[in-house]
């Protein structure tokens, strides 16, 4: 077991099965929260700042990824990093039933409890650690990921402003 990732949760201090059962719990909330708010979004309860926040097609995509693969894209997605909100807010928005959802959705939990509980986030630290070696090292890393998050927010804004036919 790595306590590495564990005490990036504050869960190191736990038992190992503990602490991927918090964190399956924790998973599992997010995505059930994450299909329903789809559902809402689908019924049109819900506000449409929300759909928005999806621009650029990344819901259209996601819709077009579930209808291509069926359910068996929701578990894949819980062993990327990014395309899972958008899959499970997509499985929502096209109304996959609840029963097949949940199904299809829970080894798609563990994976992702079993992963975040012995490598997710501890080998991410890792890697950010080694490249920056000092603290001077991470707030240049931090700088970057901010000019990067800029720039494609940035451009996301210039092309929705222009005409269709651009």
């Not at 602490?19 to 789809?38: D, E, N």
């Not at 997605?77 to 899972?84: A, D, N, P, R």
């Not at 080694?130 to 720039?151: F, N």
Request: charged letters at 15%.
């Amino acid at each position: 077991m790595n306590s590495d990732g564990l005490a990036a949760y504050g869960l190191q201090d736990f038992p190992f099965a503990a602490a991927v059962a918090i964190l399956f719990g924790i998973v599992l909330l997010r995505a059930q929260g994450t299909y329903w708010l789809g559902r809402a979004i689908a019924a049109g309860t819900a506000r449409a700042g929300v759909a928005r926040r999806f621009e650029e097609g990344r819901l259209d995509r996601g819709i077009s990824f579930l209808r291509r693969w069926g359910p068996a894209a929701v578990p894949f997605s819980f062993l990327t990093i990014g395309f899972q909100t958008v899959i499970n807010l997509s499985a929502g928005v096209i109304r996959m039933p609840w029963p097949v959802y949940t199904l299809v959705m829970i080894p798609g939990c563990v994976a992702w409890a079993f992963i975040y509980a012995t490598i997710g986030l501890a080998a991410f630290l890792a890697v950010v650690g080694a490249a920056a070696g000092s603290p001077w090292g991470v707030a240049v890393l931090v700088v970057l990921l901010a000019a990067v998050a800029l720039l494609i927010r940035s451009r996301r804004r210039r092309r929705a402003s222009q005409p269709a036919g651009d």
